[in-house]
């Protein structure tokens, strides 16, 4: 049963991985538009400059470097064309999507067979909007990497505690994600910062004692994070030109329109479309969608309540209860109709798909324990 199971895990991952590369073969022009070019535009300037970060560039509302810029930046001494660049950077970087994902899954002790299926997860487009903005647009793919890295780093520090070399790597990294700007402080510095010093405050009150080397540790991985933030809003930013969104608290009237909207933006993502014939293509994919958020509502309540998984549970509910916080009781201040998009929830959202093979491989244990498998 486990070869089986594995071996369906492998194929599914194969045919999803094999899609989007002719997806990316076929239909990127049907795709493409001035965001995705741009970043082909920046692999250029890099190329002819020499430099990292172009002083000529015009950063839109981050310092952000994609992985389709940094490895058409190497591609284009091989290849003349831009689509070429592209597309390959793409297949490029769902290889380090799996790669680091896998390490995730590894760390967090998820089943080899159910690894592939989590993995397969985070690289399905698993509705038009996820194909456009994540699996082709190559930016947020890039966002939820640099925020596996994260997690796997914060991770492996938690479970040694006192090992001085695992938060040197975690501090760098920190420092770096604090670099490019305030998206990384809301979907990686808070929610740890939060569980931690939940922690230390529980064994405070059941004075209990802690380690105040590994409490020091900690402390000092944050305090990269903050240096990183220094160097981006007092170095960066600068010497180059961002243009800084505002958010705003709305008002309290306009609360349920924007509790509807976000969970409309939320069900798009994962595939629903509203008016959709039942029998149709959309329909089905609708009825998917709908399938795969109730396991992942699921799975993540499961694991809460029996307190598997712990920490990486407590991280995910917390860094999306804080995304669905900031997106419903604030606004941009220049882009008040649109300031909801189901985009902005892929970083909290898609951590959701570890426990989501982790509760369906609990699921099949328990059948098996039943004589159903």
């Known amino acids: 049963m486990k070869k089986v199971l594995r071996c369906w895990n492998v194929g599914m991952l194969l045919s999803i991985l094999g899609m989007l590369i002719m997806v990316n073969i076929r239909s990127l022009n049907y795709f493409v538009n001035s965001d995705f070019a741009a970043q082909i535009i920046l692999a250029d300037i890099i190329n002819k400059t020499h430099s990292i970060l172009p002083a000529e560039w015009n950063f839109s509302t981050e310092i952000h470097i994609s992985f389709a810029t940094f490895f058409s930046a190497i591609l284009l001494w091989l290849f003349p064309k831009w689509d070429t660049c592209y597309i390959i950077s793409n297949i490029l970087t769902y290889i380090v999507l799996i790669t680091v994902g896998g390490c995730l899954c590894r760390k967090l002790g998820i089943r080899v067979s159910w690894i592939f299926f989590t993995l397969a997860l985070f690289l399905a487009p698993i509705s038009y909007w996820n194909l456009y903005y994540y699996n082709l647009g190559n930016e947020y793919l890039t966002y939820f990497i640099y925020e596996l890295i994260y997690l796997t780093l914060w991770l492996q520090a938690r479970k040694y505690m006192n090992r001085k070399r695992d938060y040197i790597f975690l501090g760098i990294w920190s420092c770096f994600l604090g670099s490019m700007g305030l998206r ?15 922690e230390y405050l529980h064994k405070y009150n059941e004075q209990r004692c802690f380690s105040a080397r590994r409490c020091l540790y900690s402390v000092c991985s944050y305090i990269a994070f903050g240096v990183g933030i ?101 606004q941009e201040d220049d882009n008040y109709y649109n300031d909801i998009r189901g985009k902005y929830f892929i970083l909290g959202i898609f951590l959701c798909f570890p426990l989501v093979s982790a509760y369906l491989a609990e699921l099949l244990k328990k059948g098996a324990l039943r004589g159903g498998v």
Not at 184 to 198: D, K, N, S
Request: aromatic residues 16%; glycine residues 6%.
């Open 230 to 330: 220094f160097i981006n809003k007092y170095v960066l930013s600068v010497h180059y030109t961002v243009k800084n969104h505002g958010r705003y608290f709305v008002s309290l009237e306009e609360l349920p329109d924007r509790i509807s909207t976000a969970l409309q933006r939320i069900f798009e993502l994962f595939g629903y479309t509203e008016k959709a014939s039942l029998f149709s293509k959309h329909g089905i994919a609708s009825t998917l969608g709908i399938a795969l958020i109730i396991v992942t509502v699921l799975s993540v309540v499961y694991f809460w309540k029996h307190e598997i998984y712990g920490t990486y549970t407590k991280f995910v509910v917390c860094a999306n209860v804080l995304n669905m916080f900031v997106l419903i009781f604030t």
């Open 184 to 198: 990384y402080v809301l979907a990686c510095m808070m929610p740890a910062i939060f569980i931690e010093g939940m």
